[in-house]
């Protein structure tokens, strides 16, 4: 069943990494019974959709295993921006390094999601998509036990031997990290001249 296909009332997506709103904007346009919940830390990549629909709250933070505050690092291409630094061997050794030098520096706030959930009551998520520049691992911990009450999450991973983020978390532990909470992988994905690979899992 894809993301879109849910329906049983009130739905609830939760987009991670949303830039502009490119994963889950039109979704929300299209039917007036989803809330999706857009984080992106990059103000100048998401202001343009605030306030742009009723059911599409954006949410100015990044999500990490911490609430509080992070630098974030604003890439030369914005879509490559992330909590972690990019590598010197990413750097040198990734297909089309163009859009990978940091421009600057910038504070934002954090959050976990299990706290984000707590805050805004949210019960059950049908659909996550998770992009997050190798802090998707982060991002899928952040949630804590509340793992469990997601129904189908997409997650980006690298898939080449070398980190282009220092610090990511691999595929292999995202695939046990998933395993443990119950989701089996349904779908793959590759991208970015293989380089990557969007994963995505169904709660069993």
Same mark, same amino acid.
């Given at each position: ?18 830039? +502009?709103?490119?994963?889950?904007? /039109?979704?929300?346009? +299209? ?5 999706? /919940? ?17 059911? /599409? ?15 974030? /690092? ?12 990019? *590598? ?13 030098? *940091? ?24 659909y996550m998509k998770v992009d997050a520049q190798g802090g998707d691992l982060a991002v899928l911990r952040s949630a804590g036990a509340r793992l469990r009450d997601f129904d189908r999450?997409?997650?980006?991973? +690298? *898939? *080449? ?29 590759? +991208? ?13």
């Amino acid at each position: 069943m894809s993301p879109s296909g849910a329906a049983r009332g009130a739905l609830v997506w939760l987009d991670v990494g949303a830039h +502009q709103g490119e994963a889950s904007l /039109y979704a929300a346009q +299209q039917n007036p019974n989803l809330t999706v /919940y857009a984080f992106e830390p990059n103000l100048p990549a998401i202001a343009a959709l605030f306030a742009r629909l009723h059911n /599409y709250i954006v949410i100015p933070a990044a999500v990490c295993e911490t609430d509080g505050t992070a630098l974030f /690092y604003v890439n030369t291409a914005d879509d490559t921006s992330s909590l972690l630094p990019v *590598t010197e061997e990413g750097m040198a050794r990734w297909v089309d390094p163009s859009g990978l030098p *940091t421009r600057r520096a910038a504070t934002v706030l954090t959050t976990r999601l299990d706290t984000f959930m707590a805050q805004a009551g949210i019960t059950h998520v049908d659909y996550m998509k998770v992009d997050a520049q190798g802090g998707d691992l982060a991002v899928l911990r952040s949630a804590g036990a509340r793992l469990r009450d997601f129904d189908r999450v997409m997650v980006e991973v +690298q *898939t *080449t031997p070398f980190a282009l983020y220092a610090g990511a978390g691999t595929k292999e532990e995202v695939l046990a990290h998933m395993a443990a909470f119950g989701f089996a992988l349904v779908e793959t994905h590759a +991208q970015s001249h293989g380089q990557e690979e969007n994963l995505v899992f169904v709660r069993r």
